[in-house]
């Protein structure tokens, strides 16, 4: 984001390998970044800092959403946005299978309906709330075509082990098809 559209860029994850990772691939770069490694619902930054909070995939972990949807309100600045895309599943009661998924992986996971309700309750206005489950489902299949066209180059540079978990994407376009959504949400500070 820093590199294409010249603005500063805060970063934080969990894991100390993906701010690695990320820093790494900034070295060289002409543009404003700054990763941390640091817990977003224990992180606090002063009100109206942000203009837009971006979060991909990540936020299915999450268990008080809602307190975390408050801080991001309070974190951005009047005008601000939110871009979140995360996992999601269908309206209802998960089957058992997915709901052993759920607990296995430790995911909160709410209908995409709920998610935007959750913003809006969060303050956020002008929320959009869409199921993209067919959009995604095409992009890992391209992503999965492609590891599994150079099977041998992406072993040779990373494992069989990572090759494997990777091909394990078949199982998840199959929950996708199904209970396993995934939801694209954009929500507004007035």
């Not at 701010?19 to 224990?42: N, P």
């Not at 809602?66 to 939110?82: E, M, N, Q, T």
């Not at 599943?89 to 709901?99: N, Q, V």
């Not at 759920?102 to 199921?131: N, P, S």
Request: contains cysteine.
């Amino acid at each position: 984001m820093a590199e294409n559209f010249d603005v500063e860029v805060v970063g934080i994850d969990l894991s100390i390998n993906m701010i690695s990772f990320a820093l790494e691939r900034a070295i060289g770069l002409k543009c404003s970044v700054e990763f941390e490694m640091a817990d977003c619902t224990k992180k606090s930054y002063p009100n109206n800092t942000f203009d837009v909070i971006y979060s991909r995939e990540t936020i299915v972990y999450i268990k008080d959403k809602p307190a975390l949807f408050k801080s991001f309100f309070k974190w951005l600045k009047p005008g601000g946005k939110v871009l979140i895309s995360d996992y999601c599943k269908h309206a209802g009661t998960p089957s058992p299978e997915f709901g052993e998924l759920i607990k296995q992986r430790g995911y909160d996971v709410h209908d995409v309906k709920a998610y935007g309700q959750m913003l809006r309750d969060a303050g956020f206005a002008e929320v959009i709330a869409e199921d993209r489950t067919d959009q995604f489902i095409e992009l890992l299949e391209k992503k999965l075509n492609a590891i599994e066209k150079d099977k041998d180059a992406f072993i040779s540079d990373f494992s069989e082990e990572d090759y494997n978990d990777l091909v394990g994407w078949k199982a998840e376009l199959t929950r996708r098809s199904g209970e396993q959504r995934w939801g694209l949400f954009i929500a507004k500070k007035k």
